[in-house]
Structure formats: structure tokens, C-alpha cells
């Protein structure tokens, strides 16, 4: 048996005016994804427990099958992983912002969506400044960077998310409690180290913002998860074009599949993805195909795009592994959800649960036809709580 999980990041919506009180889902010409939901059997899938923030991190974590209560510690860690930093048992990792600040307001918690090349000299001079044998600064992709701490006090330090903060003044969000002391230092100095660092005396010559201070958040200790081999006996790989998503898999011992081209937007390389996907399932079992664009789309507000990316993972994906998959194998299952909404009318996740479809090529389906929120709550599988999915998926 293979098995196939294609998930469109954010995919899921609420109907919209602007479309005749339809979701994107409705609205979006996908015969393939409709073809899954036909012959298959559907329903809703509950990814963000009760008491947690609904970020792809703690959803996809969900839809692989691992409860995000007993084993999500935080986005540092996750990330730390992605980059390839051995975490020891007495780390602790932060995901490290560089922002902007202006008259002590959170101006930009991306440093104008920094490029790579500017950060990595900026977080440098950072770490060999202020790092020390228990303190390390390591070096991410555009303003997302990790800090790692080998000190047990600041794994319970309060943080804020930098994003939700925007024009505030930063005094009431600084870090708090045990361990905030080692951090307020940390930052007070980045803001002397920073101040006049040649690569910010540049950026504003150029008229871009200047990555004027660090914002350290999300911290925990390396997560322990049970290998996804030992947990449901198959051997598997991860696709996808976003860190978090990869440190995921590579937390879970699946292998991550590079795929030339694909960015995490509205012009990644889908066919790509579904080509490597099925070379993958030459000598795998498993494929978990994330696609980021239609949560971007959400981000944005940009319906249009939202529907364009539903449809590209319809026809470049779904479409191509439905036409190819019969070469590679007799008995197979595909399964397309997404991890959580990004509702275009609230521009960010939400937690309602999300339509799920789950397709075995031999067996019978239930009464519904289409992939979409509505159509996917009168399934036979009802109302899935988190980890259920993936049991359900692979051991039937
Ligand atoms: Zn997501």
C-alpha cells in the first residue's frame, strides 16, 4: 500500500460576499480534488486543540498523527532542527526575529522581510559579540533566525510573538518572569551592536529598514517524537518549501525531498512536487506534499490567488498523481485536507475544523461528491479529532 497526503496550507474558508456567499473551495474548478472526495470517504478534522494557538506548526503536527499537546514545545526548537542544529538535552531554542524598531515601537517584526544575505552578516557580528559557550546565534533564512540558551531558567521566560505587536510600544511585551534577565540583556546590547552596523547604515541609505534590534520567542527544548516508522510502520518523506513544516518531518525521521523551484508562493513548482513525489514512492511508503500558497493567498486578502492556488494543486498534483500512480503500485490512498483555515476575512489561521477526504483506490466511498467545507460535514467520517486522522489513514 502507498500512502498519499496532499495538504493545502490554509485552503479551507468562510463564504465570501464577493462570491456569492461561496468558499474559494466551492468556487474553484478542481475535478481531480472533487474525484478524491467522490469515491472516498469524508469529513471534518479538528487539527488545533482547545487551549492552543492554531499556527501550522501545532496543525501539522496534528494531521501527522502526534498530539500537539503532549509534544509541541515551541516554534525555536522546530526550527533549530530544520537548520541542522543538534540540540542538547539542556538547550533551549528561540526562534530569534531581527525587527525594526522606531522611537520604541515594533515598526517591522520581519526588518522589512530582510533578505538572507544582510541578516546572515548582521547575525554574525550578533554571535560573535554576544555569544559564549552557553550562548549561540545561528543563522536562518530572511528575518527568521534561531537563539539557542543552554540554561534551564529561560525555557519558561514569557514571550510575545513579535507580529502581534505592530506599532506598539515594546515596553509591556518585553520578555518576563524566570529567565527574562539573560534575554532583556541579550536585546539591549543587539540594540548597540546594531545601531550603526555598516550593513544598517546601507539598508537605510537604500530607503529599506534598518534590522535595528533582536526579538527572541517561541522557545522549548527539543520535542521527543516517537519516529513516524515506529509509530505507524511505514517508511516516509516530507515536501515542502517551508522550514517549520520541514523541521517537522525531520523531528519525525521522515525524509525531506528537496524540489528545485518550489518557494512557499503563488509560483512554486507544483508539478515538481508531484513529480518527486511519486519517484519518492518508488521505494516509500508514505508522501506528506505540503503546498504554502493558498495560505499566503488567505494572508493577503487575495481571492483570486487563493483560487488560483486550489485549482494548481488540482490539476499539477492531484491530477498528475491520479494519472501516474497506477504504474507504481495496485493498492493506494490519498488523502487532501489542509491544516487549519486562513479565512480571507480575517487574514490569519482560525481553528475550525477542516473538510477532509481520505481515498482508497479499491474500496467504496461515501454519498458526498465535492471537496468543500459544507459538502465534507454530511461524511461518513463525522467529526475526526486531531491525531485520529493519520490512525485512521494508515491503519485503517
Ligand atoms: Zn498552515
Redesign the pocket.
Known sequence: MKYIVILG??MADYPLTELNGKTPLQIANKPNIDYIALKGRNGILRTIPDKMQPG?DV??LSVLGYDPIKYYTGRGPIEAVSLGINLRENETAFRCNLVTLESNKMKDYSAGHIDSEDAKKLIETINKELGTHSIKFYNGISYRHVLVIANNAIEKTECIPPHDITDQNIDPYLPRGEGSKILLELMKKSQEILKNHPINNKRTREGKKPANFIWPWSQGKKPKLQSFKEKFGVEGAIISAVDLIRGIGLLMGLKVIQVPGATGYYNTNYTGKAEQALKTLENKDFIYIHVEAP?EAGHAADIENKIKAIENIDEKIVGKILNEINELTENYKIAILP??P?PIKVKT?TKDPVPVAIYTNNEKGDKVTKFDEPSAKKGALGLLEGEQFMNLFIKN
Open positions: 496550507d490554509g501550522s496543525a501539522n495560505d491544516d487549519h486562513t489561521h
